[in-house]
C-alpha cells in the first residue's frame, strides 16, 4: 500500500486519476490532450500509477487503452476507513455519458497470495463465493455452454443469471451476466464478465474484466466490484471476512 501512497500523493497523478474517472480506457495521446506537460513525463507518471496498480493498460488493435482501477482505493479505505462508511471507491464508478448506443468497460485488477486453484475454487464454490460476494453464491455445473445462478437464502429469488461462455480452469472464465436484483438492472440487459488468473511469483494475478455495459448504464452492475475483490483478496490470505454495505444488504433476511 505504500506504493499507492506514494502514487497518490503527486498532484499530477491524482489529475491523470481524474482524467480516468471522467472517461476511462484512454491513450496517452489523449491524457496528454489534457495536461500541461510533454508526451515523456505524461508516461513517467503513468508507470507510477501502473505501479501502484491503480492504473491498468490493456491493448485493443493498436491502441493502448488505460483503465481507473479503484481495487486498490479499495483495499485502503477497508484498512483504516470505518468498514460501515459509504465506499469512496464505488463513487468513482459514478460516471454519466451523454452518447448513447456505446458500450463501456471496466477493468479490475489485484494480487492475491494464493495458488490459481485455491483462486479458481474461491471463485466457483458457492460457500465461498458467498463469503466474500455480499452473501451471494453461484450455482453451476462450470462446464462450457452451461448456466450459472447467483442466489442469496435471505434474498428468495435469484439475483444474477448468465451463461459459462469460456471456461479454462484455473486460468479463465467468461461469462454473461444478466442482473435481476431490480427493475432498473434488469433494464439494463446482459453483460459480460471475464476472470483472468495469471501465476506471479508465489501469488496471482486476477483481472477482471466487466464489458459489453451500456454506455452510462446503472453503477450498480459495476460498482460492487472493488469490495467483492477486497473481500476475495483478504479472504484467502487472512482466512478472515470482510464486513460490507453490500454484505449487509440482506443480512436481516436471512
Known amino acids: 500500500m505504500d506504493e499507492v501512497f506514494r502514487a497518490l500523493a503527486d498532484p499530477t497523478r491524482r489529475s491523470l486519476l481524474d482524467e480516468l474517472f471522467r472517461e476511462d480506457g484512454r491513450t496517452l495521446s489523449a491524457l496528454e490532450q489534457r495536461l500541461p506537460m510533454t508526451r515523456f513525463g505524461v508516461m513517467k507518471h503513468l508507470r507510477v500509477l501502473e505501479q501502484a496498480g491503480l492504473v491498468v493498460t490493456r491493448r485493443r488493435g493498436r491502441e493502448k487503452l488505460h483503465f481507473l482501477n479503484p481495487v486498490p482505493i479499495r483495499l485502503v479505505h477497508d484498512r483504516w476507513v470505518s468498514k460501515y462508511a459509504e465506499p469512496w471507491a464505488a463513487g468513482l464508478s459514478e460516471l454519466k455519458h451523454d452518447l448513447e448506443g456505446r458500450t463501456m468497460e471496466k477493468v479490475f485488477e489485484i494480487y492475491i497470495k494464493t495458488t490459481p486453484e485455491q483462486l479458481w475454487e474461491a471463485i466457483t464454490n ?34 444474477a443469471e448468465g451463461e ?7 486460468r479463465r472464465l467468461v461469462q454473461t451476466f444478466t442482473a ?16 483472468e488468473i495469471e501465476p506471479v511469483g508465489d501469488s496471482c494475478r486476477l483481472t477482471v474484466i466487466h464489458d459489453r455495459l451500456r454506455e452510462g448504464a446503472n453503477n450498480e452492475l459495476y460498482g460492487g466490484w472493488p469490495m467483492i475483490l477486497s473481500g476475495l483478496k483478504t479472504l484467502l490470505e487472512t482466512g478472515e471476512l470482510l464486513t460490507t454495505p453490500g454484505s449487509l444488504r440482506y443480512a436481516n433476511a436471512d
Do not use: I, M
Open 180 to 195: 435481476l436484483w431490480g427493475e432498473d438492472v434488469k433494464a439494463e440487459g446482459e453483460s459480460r464478465v471475464t476472470w
Open 164 to 170: 459459462n461462455v469460456e471456461v479454462d480452469q484455473p
Open 126 to 159: 458457492p460457500e465461498l463465493r458467498a463469503k466474500y460476494n455480499f452473501g451471494v453464491g453461484v450455482t453451476s455445473d462450470w462446464t462450457p455452454g452451461s448456466r450459472y445462478t447467483s442466489v442469496h437464502p435471505g434474498a428468495g429469488v435469484p439475483l
